[in-house]
């Protein structure tokens, strides 16, 4: 069995790719000139970010990167019991993933308010971290 680490290299580096990737636009012209175009670029970005976070949290089941878990709590359960926890949680994400990547392209398409996309982006995600709540993490 392996050895069970508290390391931060992943998340910083898929963070990194995420502020490259949202901000990328802003440089862009034939993007950055479009209405709504940024803010559904960033609204799709985040939704990818979100989802490809929780699906890393899975494969290396580090627990502690979320809210309300410690390396402690992670620690003192099984490789089973951790990924179940963050598979659980992964499956919350996916529809909110995908609904914001469908909002997005329609957003960008249909040429959008800012201001309604950033709004349905903060529903969709503040909806899906609060159905996560009723997740329990298994004791040993």
């Not at 976070?53 to 951790?82: C, D, H, N, P, W």
């Not at 990547?101 to 899906?128: E, G, N, T, W």
Request: aromatic share 16%.
């Amino acid at each position: 069995m392996k050895e069970y680490k508290k390391s931060y290299t992943g998340f910083l580096i898929i963070l990194l790719l995420y502020l490259i990737a949202a901000f990328l636009p802003i440089f862009i012209p034939a993007i950055h000139d479009r209405p709504g175009a940024v803010t559904a670029w960033m609204c799709f970005s985040t939704a990818v970010f979100v989802f490809v976070m929780i699906l890393y949290i899975y494969k290396s089941e580090k627990l502690y990167l979320f809210s309300g878990v410690t390396f402690e709590q992670a620690s003192k359960l099984s490789s089973e019991q951790r990924r179940n926890y963050a598979y659980l949680t992964l499956k919350k994400f996916l529809p909110a993933t995908v609904i914001l990547i469908a909002y997005s392209v329609l957003a960008f398409i249909a040429k959008l308010p800012d201001a309604l996309s950033i709004v349905i982006m903060c529903l969709v995600l503040v909806a899906a971290a609060f159905s996560t709540m009723k997740i329990k993490m298994d004791k040993e």
